[in-house]
């Protein structure tokens, strides 16, 4: 039994990860109808961060956590106003390719300045606990409380704050926003920055128990698009829910089938769940 609760352990960590990361996927493409495949290199760009500023300039963990946030917001903002805000008028395809161009050339910048050496970032509390003979390892109970946290605080700024309305408001309707007096431009920043730090937050929080490298977030970028498609595009509580399904279809299929055939489960899980409901787990907030 105490085996099947590391699982659970092992599913919670990794959904909690895919969420965040999806969560600020889900965003983008929700409320500016981007799909930003440039949000796996803001993953990959926040442990880097991290780790210069705690490895290379000796700041504490949490520190180093805002800031690598800070940094990665405002980088998002950048890529959103100097490349996608100019590609607002052209067709889907255009953001699309931009955006793959943006994921190889922050790589290429990343693979300049530290090479392709893996790196690993220092846990801030390396012990473990033990409930009813299961093994805890500090930092996974740190990244579910974390991811969590950010999750409700998320959905409480999206639900009672202004700022939050009005980035729903856009999702619903872009034009109907504009009449009202919204600032489109200023959703827009706002939309990316918020992304880039739910991104940096998840990649700081997963690298005490990953490697640190240029190609790192090829991958989860992947598996976050299979998370968006699975809860439905642009959805948050799908993005919470399918990061929460891949996760578990991921440690559970590792332990019990085989850990190489755990990626290729999370894709099975959203060829099947959407064979089943194929307009995704949640709608957006845009239908």
Not at 88 to 96: I, T
Not at 159 to 179: D, F, H, N, Y
Request: a positive charge.
């Amino acid at each position: 039994m105490s085996l099947f609760f590391q699982q659970v352990l092992n599913g919670l960590t990794l959904g909690s990860v895919y969420s965040l990361v999806a969560l600020g996927l889900t965003l983008v493409y929700g409320i500016l109808h981007i799909p930003n495949f440039s949000h796996g290199a803001l993953f990959m760009a926040g442990a880097y961060m991290a780790f210069f500023f705690a490895g290379t300039l000796g700041a504490n963990y949490w520190v180093a956590l805002v800031a690598a946030a800070l940094v990665t917001a405002a980088l998002a903002v950048l890529c959103e106003r100097v490349v996608f805000s100019r590609l607002r008028d052209s067709p889907p395809l255009h953001d699309m390719i931009a955006a793959i161009g943006l994921l190889l050339f922050i790589e290429a910048v990343a693979h300049a300045i530290w090479g392709a050496d893996f790196r690993r970032l220092a846990p801030p509390y390396p012990g473990i606990l033990r409930v009813a003979g299961t093994v805890l390892p500090i930092q996974r109970v740190l990244i579910i409380v974390g991811a969590l946290s950010l999750m409700v605080a998320l959905h409480l700024f999206l639900k009672r704050t202004i700022m939050g309305s009005t980035i729903v408001a856009m999702a619903q309707s872009r034009e109907g926003a504009s009449l009202v007096g919204i600032d489109l431009t200023r959703v827009s920043m706002l939309t990316f920055a918020i992304s880039g730090a739910l991104a940096a937050v998840a990649a700081v929080l997963f690298a005490p128990i990953n490697l640190v490298y240029p190609s790192m977030g090829s991958l989860v970028i992947l598996k976050a698009f299979v998370i968006i498609i699975l809860g439905g595009m642009g959805s948050v509580p799908g993005a919470i829910l399918g990061g929460m399904v891949i996760g578990f279809a991921e440690s559970f299929g590792a332990f019990y089938i085989s850990t190489d055939l755990k990626d290729l489960i999370a894709f099975a899980a959203l060829v099947l769940i959407l064979s089943i409901r194929p307009q995704g787990l949640f709608p957006s907030y845009s239908r």
